[in-house]
């Protein structure tokens, strides 16, 4: 079984600062994926950045960086010089790569950015 | 670059009445699976399909049903549909088998069903 804690139900962060966003995950899989989602009150779900199990590097797609610490189980998410359109849910989620394993989401934070 | 398609965006229909959501998945992608996340909620898995194959179940009530067709779209059916199932339903695909980059999963931009 997988499992996904986001322990941050709410954030605020200035509008140019950066942000973290943590996640910590369980999992039995020698191989896995991480990834984050953003989530903006239109309801869509937006592929942020994704982290597999055996990447020497953390992943980075523009402002988004993944800070990957496998020892500790932990995938946080970070936003660089935070934006206004920032503002939304995150979910951390992980997949098994085995077969066909569900996507397996955390409980979501809501990111605030402020002017 | 092609997204999973939903449609209906938006749905609204009354107590006990169907519903039909459809799934287009990216081009070549052979694994579809449902979400039904409730306001405030993170989604939570329905069920899944490779190749055609139910591949996984969660909580997915009776009244609902599911299939994959020949072209990998993928239809939810719900029957006697209950206040309780208005949620917005996500349709995400990815690329079965194994290996650590087959785990990457794109989602679509989901259907708004309200039940009245």
């Known amino acids: 079984a997988q499992k996904i804690t986001q322990t941050q139900p709410g954030m605020f962060v200035q509008e140019k600062e950066a942000v973290t966003l943590d996640c910590t995950y369980d999992?039995?899989?020698?191989?896995?994926?991480l990834f984050w989602y953003k989530q903006p009150s239109s309801g869509e779900m937006i592929f942020l950045i994704y982290?597999?199990?055996?990447?020497?590097q953390n992943a980075t797609e523009g402002r988004y960086s993944l800070n990957f610490q496998k020892a500790r189980k932990s995938a946080n998410l970070v936003i660089s010089a935070s934006q206004l359109g920032d503002s939304a849910m995150y979910f951390c989620?992980?997949?098994?790569?085995?077969?066909?394993?569900?996507?397996?989401f955390g409980t979501g934070t809501k990111l605030q950015v402020i002017p | 670059a092609a997204g999973v398609i939903q449609s209906p965006r938006h749905l609204i229909k009354e107590k006990r009445e169907t519903a039909t959501l459809k799934c287009y998945p990216i081009?070549?992608?052979?694994?579809v699976y449902w979400y039904q996340q409730g306001p405030g909620q993170d989604p939570q898995f329905l069920i899944s399909?490779?190749?055609?194959?139910?591949?996984d179940k969660g909580s997915i009530p009776d009244r609902f049903s599911a299939q994959q067709f020949s072209d990998y779209h993928s239809e939810l059916n719900m029957s006697s549909l209950e206040l309780g199932d208005s949620a917005l339903y996500f349709c995400?695909?990815?690329?079965?088998?194994?290996?650590?980059?087959?785990?990457?999963?794109?989602f679509g931009q989901g259907t708004r069903l309200t039940v009245v």
């Open positions: 995400a695909s990815s690329l079965g088998g194994t290996g650590v980059r087959k785990s990457e999963a794109f």
């Open positions: 999992t039995s899989d020698p191989s896995y994926g």
């Open positions: 982290q597999g199990s055996y990447d020497q």
């Open positions: 989620a992980m997949r098994g790569s085995g077969g066909y394993q569900k996507v397996t």
């Open positions: 081009p070549r992608h052979d694994t």
């Open positions: 399909f490779y190749e055609k194959m139910q591949s």
